[in-house]
């Protein structure tokens, strides 16, 4: 069974946490951040937020079995014309971008991704997404379709004018049990 806890601030500034199993408090490190000294604090299960003398909000996740991560996706469009068969680098003016978003209207270059800050790190390289939201895709991960935004399918078909692929990355957090800066962004 994990550990609860209850968390507290003392009137010098510090944080304080209970532990479930004890009856002592133990003072919780200002490790990772510049102010350590804090004016309030909330938490849930793994992760408790503080506000700083600095006035800046700080979080706290605590270590746990499961990571914490999130995707973050592009998709490459092709079109095909008879010189060059399938290629992003000859789209209509019309069409959407060679990488976007999946409506197409915003322009999302794989290399365009940075972390949101220094407490995140990729954890691979992109790889293709061969099953989008369920839908099949084929073997390289395209979906066909008459034309941008017409409805997908996995088969090239003789009238497949477009396709498209899913490219994902994954992102951890890897600032775990240390207090870290919230950015302002």
Not at 18 to 25: A, F, I, N, Q
Not at 44 to 58: F, H, I, K, M, P
Request: hydrophobic share 30%; with cysteine.
């Amino acid at each position: 069974m994990s550990s609860s806890y209850i968390w507290g601030t003392s009137m010098n500034g510090g944080i304080y946490r209970l532990e479930s199993k004890t009856s002592t408090w133990d003072r919780v490190s200002g490790r990772g951040v510049q102010c350590h000294l804090f004016k309030t604090v909330s938490a849930v299960d793994d992760c408790v937020w503080a506000l700083g003398t600095d006035s800046q909000l700080y979080i706290y996740a605590l270590s746990s079995d499961v990571p914490i991560r999130c995707p973050v996706a592009t998709y490459e469009n092709q079109r095909w014309n008879p010189l060059d068969k399938f290629t992003g680098r000859k789209l209509l003016p019309t069409d959407r971008y060679a990488y976007s978003s999946e409506d197409g209207k915003v322009h999302v270059p794989k290399e365009g991704f940075k972390r949101p800050s220094e407490h995140w790190d990729w954890e691979e390289e992109w790889m293709l997404d061969e099953n989008i939201r369920g839908e099949v895709t084929d073997k390289g991960g395209w979906q066909y379709a008459i034309d941008f935004p017409a409805k997908y399918h996995p088969e090239k078909k003789w009238n497949s004018c477009v396709r498209r692929r899913r490219w994902i990355r994954y992102r951890r957090y890897i600032a775990l049990d240390t207090w870290a800066k919230v950015c302002n962004t």
